[in-house]
């Protein structure tokens, strides 16, 4: 089974480092901690290259090409997908998102 490079943009990045500031502000460090090593665990689970994603729903995303996959119900990985590479290009609330 062969995996992707995973390439992750510095938003999404941040908008993963700002989750797990809120979490760990909170005082839940361990599960700040958990949070984005769970996150950075999806993305190499969702980097199979045997796995195609559909289009997001959104129409300005899907326009684009980008495709969306759910994380944990609550937030959305939007990504661009190749046969060798991942791009990571946000990390955002699903809610944010207008299906």
């Given at each position: ?66 495709k969306c996959i759910s994380f ?10 190749s046969e060798t590479e991942l ?13």
């Open positions: 089974m062969g995996r992707r490079k995973i390439i992750v943009k510095q938003i999404a990045a941040d908008n993963i480092a700002a989750i797990s500031w809120f979490i760990e502000s909170k005082g839940m460090i361990t599960s700040a901690n958990k949070f984005t090593d769970d996150v950075y665990d999806f993305f190499i689970q969702i980097a199979d290259n045997l796995v195609s994603h559909s289009l997001c729903r959104d129409a300005k995303r899907a326009i684009l090409g980008y944990k119900k609550k937030y959305t990985v939007v990504f661009i997908e791009i990571i290009c946000e990390f955002i609330l699903s809610k944010l998102i207008y299906w």
